[in-house]
């Protein structure tokens, strides 16, 4: 049962009615993967199916769909052990591709299209990056890599229809400031690259979303203005004894707004990624870790929006096409409460900052350095390999539930109300005090994260809630140190890197039991919440079924 929202009485919050703001779940409308030939594993489709039902995901977004496993664009036959006679003109096959986006489709989600990377038979320079060999450099003949766009969109519209497609977004590249490993040019190359593409896909329709220029990440200093990375402009960050004093700014996308802007090309959405973490070369050529402050996503952002808003494409989009903890797939916070806890803090704390801010990644089959090694291995995803939920996958559920419009929003959550249902739902957190300014930042082991669980305090969390329905129930669930943190478990059970059956069955049983109970709307119609949160819990409050 649910009240007809145009006879909802007003919702009172402290003795107060409140005015409600729109709340866009930026967490869900984008998720990051690995690679695409990644998807055409059968439980990697198991666990996207799943997120796309529980954590509410509408885009995915991955590497790799023109490499060579997908086999996209073809210069031979491909023999075998017999000779590999070569074509007389490049051809293109999309049955993989195809396989891949009817899945995602099927779900309901849609793809987040990263135009990358360059085909073996294309690329100037081969293998430049991860274990599969991904080939980032420009392509050795401009107009065939147009051609392999123009294929690949034209056979996209042929196959799900305009309309579909019209909702897709198509990036360019992936990190191509990342010289010599995610792009083998320079900065002008990169944006000719653009020019080509973007150039070619309007020309098939107007209407199609196209941007970049994909950047990682926030710098401090000029290591990215000039056409390649400089390392010597890294040095003062490196020897900085306070780095969150510097003054940190996107990479590349002031350059990027003005010479498209004076090509006069369009750009219908910016993207770029914010990792909370860098690094910098020293003088001595050593690289030094940086984690910045606890606030340094938000205060990125909110510089982006200024950027854009002010330049000659006011009205593009912001994706955040990458986001995490950490860029690293061997990081063991991403495992742990810990990163559950500062996840969800910043999500609300971005929610009006961006168009999406997309998740990397949401599973742990991801091959860029091979497989994990063990079950918590430090990987990006909200699940394991092997499908078990870490926290950071209930911290998405527990954020999916809440309403689309904010009716309260504080430093240690928000509460919501479902604009079509009127169901009220709340998210609340301790990201612990005496962290300060502090980020969870990495860490190479899991034993290096346990010294997290001592800071304290703990929260008390207290709100009434009025003008609900009579008895009605409401459901808390919270994730906490002793309430679904699986990673703990798998080390109290010794850390096993091979996991038997009943081991899987038991850490997969801890993943899911968060501690759980409920309350109930008193006659007034008045949900009284009082409850005491941990350090790192993550608690939702939503009506029960």
Request: proline letters at 6%; charged letters at 25%.
């Given at each position: ?19 409600e ?14 690679r ?7 439980d ?13 995901f ?39 591709v ?18 990358g ?7 100037t ?22 051609e392999?766009v ?13 309309a ?7 990036e ?6 990342l ?10 190359e990169y944006?000719e690259?653009y ?19 994909a950047t ?5 200093d ?35 707004l ?5 090509r ?12 909370p973490t ?25 510089l ?10 006011p009205e593009?989009e ?28 910043a ?21 860029e ?7 918590f ?14 926290p950071t ?36 957190f ?9 980020a ?18 703990s ?37 096993p ?10 850490l ?26 941990g ?11």
């Amino acid at each position: 049962m649910t009240h007809d929202g145009a006879h909802q009485p007003p919702i009172r919050i402290d003795g107060e009615v409140r005015a409600e703001t729109p709340l866009r779940h930026i967490w869900s409308e984008c998720v990051g993967a690995g690679r695409a030939n990644e998807a055409l594993r059968a439980d990697w489709q198991q666990q996207f199916a799943e997120v796309v039902d529980n954590l509410g995901f509408r885009y995915i977004r991955f590497h790799g769909i023109f490499h060579d496993d997908m086999f996209v664009y073809r210069e031979a036959h491909g023999g075998g052990f017999g000779p590999d006679r070569p074509l007389a003109s490049p051809i293109y096959t999309f049955s993989y591709v195809d396989k891949v986006f009817d899945f995602i489709l099927d779900t309901g989600a849609k793809p987040f299209v990263e135009l990358g990377f360059m085909p073996r038979e294309l690329a100037t320079k081969t293998e430049t990056v991860f274990w599969w060999g991904a080939h980032c450099s420009p392509p050795k003949d401009m107009d065939r890599w147009v051609e392999l766009v123009t294929r690949s969109v034209s056979h996209w519209i042929d196959r799900y229809g305009l309309a579909e497609v019209r909702r897709w977004r198509f990036e360019v590249w992936n990190e191509p400031n990342l010289v010599p490993h995610f792009w083998t040019g320079t900065k002008t190359e990169y944006f000719e690259l653009y020019r080509h593409t973007v150039t070619a896909i309007k020309t098939i329709d107007a209407e199609l979303k196209v941007g970049g220029p994909a950047t990682s990440v926030f710098v401090p200093d000029a290591r990215y203005q000039g056409e390649v990375e400089d390392r010597a402009a890294m040095h003062e960050t490196a020897a900085a004894t306070d780095v969150d004093a510097l003054d940190w700014r996107p990479v590349w996308i002031e350059d990027f707004l003005s010479w498209c802007a004076e090509r006069d090309l369009p750009i219908d959405f910016i993207s770029t990624h914010t990792y909370p973490t860098d690094y910098a070369f020293g003088a001595d050529g050593d690289a030094v870790p940086i984690s910045r402050y606890v606030d340094a996503t938000a205060d990125d952002l909110a510089l982006l929006r200024k950027i854009v808003a002010s330049s000659p494409y006011p009205e593009a989009e912001i994706h955040i096409s990458e986001w995490s903890t950490s860029p690293s797939s061997r990081d063991a916070i991403h495992d742990t409460v810990f990163a559950a806890t500062y996840i969800t803090r910043a999500y609300l704390q971005c929610a009006s900052l961006a168009d999406s801010i997309s998740y990397w990644t949401f599973t742990d089959i991801f091959e860029e350095g091979g497989a994990g090694i063990g079950p918590f291995h430090g990987g990006f995803g909200l699940l394991t390999e092997g499908g078990i939920h870490k926290p950071t996958y209930h911290a998405f559920a527990m954020l999916h539930q809440l309403g689309d419009r904010l009716l309260l929003k504080t430093p240690a959550g928000a509460v919501t109300r479902n604009s079509e249902t009127s169901a009220v739902a709340a998210v609340f957190f301790n990201y612990p005090a005496d962290m300060g300014k502090r980020a969870v930042g990495s860490a190479d082991s899991y034993e290096q994260t346990r010294p997290l669980a001592e800071v304290g305090p703990s929260r008390r969390i207290r709100h009434t809630i009025g003008g609900l329905e009579p008895g009605r129930t409401f459901l808390v669930e919270i994730l906490d140190w002793a309430h679904g943190n699986v990673a703990e478990a798998h080390h109290q059970l010794g850390s096993p890197r091979n996991l038997s059956r009943a081991e899987h069955a038991h850490l997969s049983g801890v993943a899911d039991a968060l501690r759980r109970f409920t309350i109930t709307v008193s006659d007034t119609g008045v949900l009284d919440l009082d409850v005491e949160l941990g350090p790192w819990a993550v608690m939702s409050l939503r009506q029960s079924a």
